[in-house]
């Protein structure tokens, strides 16, 4: 079935640097990606999300870019912040489902 | 304000008990989500329902059960056959016209005595 990979698990930045986290998807078929930030005992809240048809897209400070021939697709953060330590999850689906394959995870720890 | 609630925020479960999560929405989205999540891990589906009267096992279905009554409502009940069921609840929904994202409740934490 579907699989989505998501590395590394945890990060650890200064404050102002870049980080960046990766998802590997399975299913050629899968055509929409989200990405959800998760604070401390709080549901994940959507922050960007890519389609098939485009290969990158920004917002402010983040950006996400989708490589469909190699099945991967990025969460970039720049100029990061301490309130930007969270947990970051990827997730992939296709257009014929109802249900998101969910990444496990990534902790992003940005230090002052 | 529009969005997804969840009730309680802690739940005590004592042994051999049956608990209901609610979770209630008022974004005329027509499906719904039930995940759980264990410390430190991703999102596992419990249960979902695309239209009132309907829903389907997610991935960890045993040990659960759910209803959708009405399109706004989509309780969940941890039953005592769920052997461990400490886990923070995530209750989502979503438009199904078009490939919409899902929006998540704030999580219920269900605890065992």
């Known amino acids: 079935g579907e699989n989505v990979e998501q590395h590394p698990s945890t990060l650890s930045v200064q404050e102002g640097d870049s980080a960046v986290i990766k998802c590997t998807y399975s299913?050629?078929?899968?055509?929409?990606f989200p990405w959800y930030k998760q604070e401390l005992g709080k549901g994940p809240q959507l922050i960007i999300d890519?389609?098939?048809?485009?290969g990158e897209k920004k917002d402010q400070r983040i950006a996400v870019t989708l490589n469909k021939t190699a099945k991967h697709f990025s969460l970039h953060i720049t100029e990061t912040q301490p309130e930007d330590s969270a947990v970051y999850f990827c997730a992939a689906s296709r257009w014929d489902t109802d249900k998101l394959i969910f990444g496990t995870g990534t902790r992003l720890q940005v230090f002052p | 304000d529009g969005g997804i609630t969840q009730s309680p925020k802690y739940l005590f479960r004592k042994e051999g008990q049956n608990v209901t999560l609610s979770c209630e929405q008022n974004l005329n989205h027509d499906a719904m989500y039930w995940y759980r999540q264990d410390p430190g891990q991703g999102l596992r589906l419990i249960y979902y329902?695309?239209?009132?009267?309907?829903?389907q096992k997610g991935d960890i279905a045993e040990g659960y059960s759910v209803s959708r009554e009405k399109k706004e409502s989509f309780p969940l009940t941890v039953t005592s056959a769920q052997k461990n069921p400490t886990a923070f609840y995530l209750c989502?929904?979503?438009?199904?016209?078009?490939?919409?994202?899902?929006?998540f409740g704030p999580g219920t934490r269900l605890l065992v005595l």
């Open positions: 989502a929904s979503r438009r199904t016209s078009g490939q919409e994202t899902q929006y």
């Open positions: 299913d050629s078929a899968s055509n929409y």
């Open positions: 329902s695309q239209i009132v009267n309907d829903f």
């Open positions: 890519i389609r098939s048809n485009v």
